[in-house]
């Protein structure tokens, strides 16, 4: 790992050695039935995604002597072939790199709206956004980031062949995937929506209807990334790859062009540094709102009175639900693509703004969210995937890649075998209108041609003591930072190893709707109950977040936590 010129200078090491506060903890949450009971352990290297081949392609090639960033890049195609739901290469994500000497960068492989896209290209006549529009078929995908992506990265970072990191993901293409039960439940859940909106036959509505066990096997992508190996990224943005794609854009009425597509460039980013705890917290900034809130709700416990850790679980609650409430509500407000808007980022993550935020917490009452508006900086979504790298040198990735929806648009390019994201839902279609997420947002992330969407995403790595401690992410659209927030609780405040942190169930409030979502789990049913007198609604809902990370223990041993509530895996050497 050499060529850096790209990165930011070395951290500075933190004074502040502490961490956790003293005294027993509040147990937060009960842990998901279906997590591991024994806990994966590593003394080199780990890898920890949503596809135990994934994570054992990642692993190989970490043992054969590659770089956490080599391990990513095989670890992406392979997710392209095995986790066809949110893997890509006609999606995008965010990537966050610390190498061992210290050095971060964070690149933006996020998609991009093509040049025809217009303001209010989702709304009829009347100023109403039209249902559906921005998130099924031909007008939902942006400009695909993930092939450029990964070139950009592998020209600065790799160090074996792209011939051989890809090589697994075609055969793996090839010869097909032996499906689990959550994939076949899945794609049979996808199938309407992709034979709706695909033009011409694929493999993923090949059969009726899918079991466990059932080989799903994809001839057309595997000679996708064969072209790609031999052509480079070239042959995704202007070779037949490019073309397939726009032919099928053209059956559809889509409008990514040739030019779209030649012109995309991946961008990398200073990434968004900030502390907690005296420990140093690197993740991403803008396109994405992942750290941003992150770094908000983590400040915004740090200064929560310390009794709240140990005065019982509602309290603690409380404290957190109030202050994830306040930290969304000013990604409504100001936050976009930072190439088309300002972005107030230091403002926004600024501890004075923050404490001032966050200083009106009522500790008894629930503050309802039409009491809260924006703050004033002083000037100065369910379908993703991430994965966790550490390499036996103790370099680090975290990456959160994405077709946004589950199988994106369910549009599968004709000829090419992928689908395309939908990412265009992430715009703001009208001011106040709802995404997919229940998100809304404002001027700052409103559509224009070729700006980059706002998102959630929040790969993170975080340092302690100026070393290695945790790498950690998750997909989920708006409970990204959310549950990035709580799994690090769950390890810094809750004294869970990995695997019960990611395991925990969770609970999720972005100021609007005004509801506390809540796995079952989350709440225990007398939390619940002094949490509604206070003025809170709490509603059931369905799994939080995915996450996929890795602890590393001071004597360097690594700790792999991998989320029950999918396939995901921890594999290490
Ligand atoms: N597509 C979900 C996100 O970027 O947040």
Request: proline share 7%; glycine share 12%.
């Amino acid at each position: 790992m050499q060529r850096l010129g790209l990165f930011a200078a070395a951290l500075p090491i933190s004074l502040l050695l502490s961490c956790g506060t003293a005294g027993p903890q509040t147990p937060i949450a009960s842990i998901h039935p279906a997590a591991p009971a024994g806990l994966v352990r590593a003394d080199s290297g780990m890898v920890v995604s949503a596809h135990p081949l994934a994570s054992a392609i990642g692993e190989r090639v970490l043992r054969e002597g590659g770089n956490a960033v080599d391990a990513a890049i095989a670890v992406h195609w392979a997710l392209a072939v095995t986790t066809p739901w949110a893997g890509n290469i006609g999606g995008g994500g965010f990537m966050v790199v610390r190498l061992a000497d210290g050095r971060t960068a964070s690149l933006d492989f996020r998609e991009a709206a093509p040049a025809a896209a217009r303001h209010n290209m989702y709304v009829d006549q009347q100023g109403q956004v039209v249902p559906g529009l921005s998130e099924y078929g031909h007008l939902a995908p942006g400009v695909p980031g993930s092939v450029a992506g990964l070139f950009a990265l592998h020209d600065s970072l790799g160090s074996l062949p792209m011939a051989r990191l890809i090589q697994p993901a075609i055969d793996l293409a090839a010869a097909g995937c032996p499906l689990t039960g959550h994939e076949a439940h899945e794609l049979n859940a996808a199938r309407p929506l992709i034979g709706r909106h695909s033009t011409r036959p694929n493999a993923f509505t090949s059969r009726s209807s899918w079991a466990a066990g059932d080989t799903l096997r994809q001839p057309e992508l595997a000679h996708t990334l064969e072209r790609i190996r031999d052509g480079g990224a070239e042959e995704f943005s202007k070779g037949l790859t490019a073309r397939l794609l726009v032919e099928e854009m053209r059956r559809g009425g889509g409008l990514i062009t040739a030019a779209d597509l030649a012109t995309y460039h991946p961008r990398w980013r200073p990434p968004l540094q900030g502390t907690f705890q005296g420990m140093e917290v690197i993740t991403m900034g803008p396109p994405s709102s992942g750290g941003i809130l992150l770094l908000q709700m983590l400040r915004g416990m740090e200064t929560a009175d310390p009794s709240i850790w140990t005065g019982g679980r509602p309290a603690l609650l409380h404290r957190m639900i109030e202050v994830e409430r306040r930290a969304f509500a000013d990604r409504a407000e100001y936050l976009g693509d930072p190439d088309f808007v300002r972005v107030p980022v230091q403002e926004l993550i600024a501890h004075e703004y923050v404490d001032a935020r966050m200083a009106d917490i009522d500790p008894s009452r629930a503050t309802p969210s039409t009491a809260i508006r924006a703050g004033s900086p002083v000037p100065e979504a369910a379908h993703t995937t991430h994965f966790s790298i550490v390499d036996p040198m103790g370099n680090a990735v975290s990456c959160t890649t994405t077709l946004n929806g589950a199988y994106g648009c369910g549009v599968v390019v004709g000829g090419a075998g992928f689908l395309l994201n939908n990412e265009m839902d992430d715009f703001s279609a009208a001011p106040g209108a709802p995404n997919a997420y229940g998100l809304i947002g404002g001027e700052a992330n409103s559509i224009a041609p070729h700006k980059r969407m706002l998102s959630s995403m929040a790969p993170t790595i975080v340092t302690r003591n100026g070393r290695l401690f945790m790498v950690a992410g998750s997909p989920g659209g708006s409970t990204i930072p959310t549950t990035v927030f709580q799994v690090l609780l769950n390890v810094v405040h809750h004294g869970m190893d990995m695997q019960q942190a990611v395991s925990a169930f969770r609970f999720h409030h972005q100021w609007l709707p005004d509801t506390v979502r809540a796995e079952i789990g989350a709440i225990q049913p007398a939390d619940s109950m002094a949490l509604v007198e206070m003025g809170h609604v709490i509603r059931i809902r369905h799994a939080i977040g995915r996450a996929d990370a890795i602890l590393v223990h001071p004597d360097g041993t690594l700790e792999g936590g991998a989320d029950p509530r999918g396939d995901d895996r921890a594999m290490g050497f």
